[in-house]
């Protein structure tokens, strides 16, 4: 069973920084890639960034430039750094990791963090 726990969200003010992180409970390069998702109230759950295992990075490009994410595989971990939160960034965070096993694609998720960017 995949386990994945996202930690670091929390109350933030307009401008500042947060570190996400997501702890898997297996080797983060035993998945195709791992992602960051986040959910606005009312909204769908959009992709924010990814990694594939090869170490390929993608971001969307509305968030490039504030939003890194990184990984230490050592750790199994994956982390997003945020930067000049704005308002607009509020959601819950969530990581994603996926992994294809012939043509199938397995997904797991994490049970998601609460990013709260407020004056």
């Known amino acids: 069973q995949v386990r994945l726990v996202e930690s670091g969200g929390g109350l933030v003010q307009p401008g500042g920084f947060l570190r996400l992180s997501c702890a898997a409970s297996e080797s983060i390069l035993s998945f195709s890639d791992m992602g960051w998702y986040r959910q606005a109230p009312g909204k769908e759950r959009d992709w924010v960034a990814g990694?594939?295992?090869?170490?390929?990075?993608m971001t969307v490009d509305s968030l490039k430039g504030r939003f890194t994410i990184s990984r230490d595989n050592a750790k199994n971990t994956v982390y997003l750094e945020m930067n000049n939160l704005k308002t607009e960034d509020t959601a819950v965070y969530y990581c994603n990791a996926r992994r294809v096993i012939r043509t199938t694609d397995f997904n797991y998720w994490g049970q998601g963090t609460q990013v709260t960017v407020s004056s």
């Open positions: 990694i594939t295992s090869g170490g390929t990075i």
